[in-house]
């Protein structure tokens, strides 16, 4: 597909928005409207957070130049935030207008927002991955005009850790990764429920509940084949977009670990740094010397500004087809990385441009050394820690 009729897909459109906005004012500014959901207590509110939170990072500085002193007449031209949690019914919209409006003008919905961590608590993550997921789906049934595409961010690793090729199929209801084997979602949110009342009952503090829904989150996940919370509910909300949509066109996208921008609008931007950036971010200041990793073993990661491509093009594509569709985003076929080039290329690059230290001092970063199996680190925390401190 044409680069220029893609972008013209989204000319005079309205899309709601949970999480996604820079790339679409940048190469099409005929946007008509995005309307962007924001956690708030009010719209005032509201619109604090977008222009604290969103629009004044360093991710817009290139549409920031580009309009100069009319960037905030643009923005608000286009961007209007509305207060609501896709946690609740109706997106928890409660502005009946507002909802109301959102229903009759909608014609596509991106949804990515996710509870992130790995080992979110179990509540947490099935809120925001599982019955978030439902509650938008519920909210692009009822548009009234016809919904052209329902955009939905999910992950990779919602296949498990099978090796090899994995297809880009979906995931049936109730369906898991261990053979023989049957999940029931809203057995899953009695449970949860029944779980916190316990510990409440028990006079269990804020801490012990955490923990305890953490480890909950864990158990239920390994049971059924996931490797961790934050998979499992983001499978769990495949599961009922698909199931659900009707006649809805939904198209899902599974990236791998999402990295820095590769290029657009610069190279190097992230939104915090997390589970690869955080590896990055901690050798550059000295504080990771070794790492439990095989050499050879491929870490996938994709740049943003890639998955945003990739998200663009879909939505274009499969706009009022009425079907669903699935992409995994992903490097380790076409451009793999391991842990042992990952380990190389930031020593080489930090030992070139170091960070420094809180008194301005560059700081001197050694080569990870790479511990390929759990007897070489216990062999190798025994002698750098516990002997010392015994």
């Known amino acids: 597909m044409a680069l220029d009729h893609i972008i013209s897909s989204f000319q005079d459109k309205t899309i709601l928005i949970t999480v996604f906005v820079e790339k679409i004012l940048r190469v099409q500014p005929e946007v008509k409207k995005l309307f962007l959901l924001i956690r708030a207590s009010d719209l005032n509110s509201a619109k604090n957070r977008l222009h604290d939170e969103i629009l004044q990072k360093e991710l817009f500085k290139v549409l920031r130049e580009k309009h100069g002193t ?17 946690r609740h019914q109706s997106l928890g919209i409660k502005d009946l207008d507002i909802r109301n409006k959102l229903w009759r003008e909608v014609d596509m919905i991106i ?24 509650h938008v789906i519920d909210f692009a049934k009822k548009c009234e005009r016809r919904m052209e595409v329902l955009l939905h961010v999910s992950t990779a690793y919602v296949s ?4 090899g090729l994995i297809m880009e199929k979906p995931i049936k209801l109730g369906e898991t990764l261990i053979p ?9 949110l009695k449970l949860v429920e029944s779980e916190l009342e316990k510990a409440r009952n028990e006079g269990a503090d804020e801490k012990t509940q955490r923990l305890a829904m953490k480890m909950l989150g864990l158990k239920r996940a390994r049971l059924h084949g996931w490797p961790n919370t934050y998979t499992f509910t983001k499978a769990m909300g495949e599961m009922l977009m698909g199931h659900l949509r009707e006649e809805v066109p939904v198209v899902i996208m599974r990236p791998s670990i999402i990295a820095s921008t590769f290029s657009d609008p610069f190279p190097g931007w992230i939104e915090g740094a997390r589970t690869f950036d955080s590896l990055i971010v901690n050798f550059a200041k000295g504080k990771v010397n070794y790492f439990l990793a095989k050499p050879n073993v491929i870490m996938d990661v994709i740049p943003g500004d890639m998955v945003v491509n990739a998200m663009i093009v879909a939505m274009a594509t499969h706009r009022s087809e009425s079907s669903l569709h699935i992409y995994h985003v992903t490097s380790s076929t076409w451009n793999p990385i391991n842990y042992d080039l990952i380990a190389d290329t930031s020593h080489r690059y930090f030992s070139r441009n170091p960070c420094c230290d809180e008194r301005g001092r560059p700081i001197v970063v050694k080569k ?4 390929t199996s759990m007897t070489q680190f216990r062999w190798h925390m025994t002698f750098l820690y516990y002997l010392p401190l015994q």
């Open 70 to 86: 009319g960037f905030d007449s643009f923005v608000g031209e286009k961007i209007f935030p509305v207060v609501g949690d896709l």
């Open 111 to 134: 949804n990515a927002a996710a509870a992130t961590s790995f080992d979110e608590r179990y509540d947490v993550a099935l809120k925001i991955n599982t019955l978030g997921a439902f």
């Open 160 to 163: 498990g850790n099978e090796p």
């Open 180 to 188: 023989n084997t049957h999940l029931d979602i809203d057995f899953k």
């Open 368 to 371: 990870v050394l790479l511990l």
